[in-house]
């Protein structure tokens, strides 16, 4: 599985982004995908997730800015990002999870958000 991550760039606080992930490849091995990122100086984070059955699920800190969606006749996951703050800057990682081990063993190359006046 091969994952395209696109649609960083520069935006002023209360602005928005949308995320594009692009899979190819055997996409029938996935059960989830999910976007990640990583600050300056911090760990990976998990940021929102959309599974097999087209649940989807938010942290805590992104819950009722971010959302994510998928077009299946394109192979793509979004990540629609609202409200963005200054906190939100981060490269963001697409993944995907395989489906006969539950791992995120699938990753995308990251997109740079950054988010400043």
């Known amino acids: 599985v091969q994952l395209q991550a696109s649609g960083g760039g520069l935006v002023q606080p209360g602005g928005y982004l949308r995320l594009s992930c692009a899979a190819s490849?055997?996409?029938?091995?996935?059960?989830?995908v999910g976007w990640y990122r990583q600050a300056p100086g911090k760990q990976r984070e998990w940021v929102a997730s959309?599974?097999?059955?087209?649940?989807?699920n938010y942290a805590g800190s992104v819950k009722g800015r971010f959302t994510i969606s998928r077009d299946n006749a394109k192979n793509t996951v979004y990540l629609q990002m609202n409200s963005l703050k200054p906190e939100d800057t981060a490269v963001y990682y697409c993944?995907?999870?395989?489906?006969?081990?539950?791992?995120?063993?699938?990753w995308g190359q990251g997109t740079l958000v950054t988010v400043s006046s």
């Open positions: 490849g055997s996409i029938f091995s996935i059960s989830a």
């Open positions: 959309i599974a097999r059955d087209g649940s989807t």
């Open positions: 993944a995907a999870q395989r489906l006969r081990d539950g791992v995120y063993g699938y």
